[in-house]
């Protein structure tokens, strides 16, 4: 497909489970982005990468958060001892490059559930 | 911090009618806005950006700075204008990737 895919779309977990969401950038966007989006909010930062590495992980609220980029394409959230507080839409995002005249294009998102 | 602050969680219009979003940010500096737009069951998307100063899907937007604001504008509502916006502001010191989104407002234009 020619947009940014996400897999799961729904992914319901137990308290204290480790999860994983992937993102699939479109072919070619060396940059990539995490955001989170909380019921009635707007997505919030997690994190950006830049080619393989984190160029800016300041969003991410703990370190049970962690992600990956290990070739520069596809993306792996990693969240270990989910909370409740961990429900939410998980957005990803891949740009051309990163710059000021760059557009980053949205997948659909993740929607996280932890019961 | 840097905050952006969308007023209104939801706006009603009738088709035709003038629409308005008002978004305020706090930054004392000079930094880059966007409007993103959410259709119903679709992915969000950049809708239009300050320093194009474009028109898009006959939405406007103009940064002033002295009241540290971006409202969207659009001077006669469509029905497929429905959707939630967020505006959205990027501080030239961060990291390109890091976008600050306000909480959004929902647009519904009825017939």
């Known amino acids: 497909g020619a947009g940014v895919s996400q897999t799961p779309s729904n992914k319901v977990t137990e308290k204290g489970k480790y999860v994983e969401l992937r993102c699939d950038p479109i072919?070619?966007?060396?940059?990539l982005y995490w955001y989170r989006q909380s019921l009635g909010q707007g997505p919030e930062f997690l994190i950006y990468?830049?080619?393989?590495?984190?160029?800016?992980d300041s969003g991410l609220p703990n370190d049970r958060f962690f992600a990956v980029r290990p070739e520069g394409s596809v993306s792996t959230l990693k969240i270990q001892r989910t909370e409740r507080g961990d429900s939410a839409v998980y957005l990803c995002?891949?740009?051309?490059?990163?710059?000021?005249?760059?557009?980053?294009?949205f997948g659909q998102g993740t929607r996280l559930t932890v019961v | 911090a840097q905050r952006v602050t969308q007023p209104e969680k939801l706006l009603s219009v009738f088709k035709g009618a003038p629409v308005e979003l008002k978004c305020n940010y706090s930054y004392s500096g000079s930094p880059e806005l966007f409007w993103y737009v959410q259709y119903s069951r679709q992915r969000l998307q950049l809708l239009l950006r300050h320093i194009s100063r474009e028109s898009i899907k006959g939405f406007t937007a103009d940064l002033n700075k002295g009241e540290t604001s971006f409202h969207l504008k659009k001077p006669f509502a469509q029905e497929e204008d429905s959707a939630m916006y967020y505006c959205?502001?990027?501080?030239?010191?961060?990291?390109?990737?890091?976008?600050?989104f306000g909480a959004g407002t929902q647009v519904v234009v009825t017939p």
């Open positions: 995002a891949s740009s051309l490059s990163a710059g000021q005249n760059t557009e980053a294009f």
């Open positions: 990468f830049q080619g393989t590495g984190a160029a800016d």
């Open positions: 072919s070619g966007h060396t940059a």
């Open positions: 959205a502001l990027r501080v030239p010191t961060d990291s390109w990737g890091k976008l600050q």
